[in-house]
C-alpha cells in the first residue's frame, strides 16, 4: 500500500499482446504513432504528432501516471485532446486531510491498450470507425422513395 508521499516510479509498458510491441517500454515512436493514427483518417504530420509525443512523454518519462497540477493550462488542453482520441485517461484519488477535509488529487495514465489498437492499425469502437462502414449501408434502398 502507497502511502503519503511516497512516489512510485514504474516503467510503462504495453499489455502483453500479439506483435513485436508486448514488452516493450512505450517510446515517442509509439506515441508519435500512435497519436498520428488517432486524430483523423488522413492522420496528422508526423513532426506535429512526434512534437507532440515528445512534449507529453516529457511529463511522463517512465512514470505510469502524472499529476495534474505540474500541468499549464495549455499542456492540459493537449491532454484533453488525447484524452478524447482514448490514448489518456484520468484517475483521481481522494484522501482526507488531518484537519477532516478531503482533498481530490487527479491523474493523467496511459490507457496501454487503445496505444497498441493505434500502433497495430486496429481501429475500436472506441474512434467512431467500425468494420461494416457506414451505418445507411443497411437500410434498404426501398426505404427512401415516397410514394
Known amino acids: 500500500m502507497k502511502r503519503s508521499g511516497e512516489s512510485v516510479n514504474i516503467l510503462t509498458k504495453l499489455k502483453k499482446s500479439e506483435g513485436d510491441l508486448s514488452s ?5 515512436e509509439h506515441l508519435t504513432k500512435a497519436i498520428k493514427n488517432s486524430i483523423d483518417k488522413q492522420g496528422m504530420p ?7 509525443a515528445q512534449h507529453v512523454m516529457n511529463f511522463f518519462g517512465y512514470s505510469e501516471r502524472i499529476i495534474d497540477n505540474v500541468l499549464e ?7 484533453y485532446m ?5 490514448i489518456l485517461m484520468t484517475e483521481r484519488e481522494e484522501t482526507t486531510l488531518y484537519d477532516g477535509r478531503e482533498w481530490r488529487i487527479h491523474y493523467w495514465m496511459f490507457r496501454k491498450e487503445r496505444i497498441h489498437e493505434l500502433i497495430s492499425g486496429k481501429r475500436g469502437a472506441q474512434d467512431g470507425s467500425s468494420e461494416s462502414g457506414n451505418v445507411y449501408d443497411e437500410v434498404p434502398d426501398d426505404i427512401w422513395s415516397r410514394e
Open 46 to 52: 508526423e513532426e506535429e504528432a512526434r512534437a507532440m
Open 24 to 28: 516493450t517500454t512505450l517510446t515517442v
Open 82 to 86: 488525447l484524452e478524447d482520441a482514448g
Open 73 to 79: 493550462p495549455e499542456d492540459r488542453d493537449a491532454f
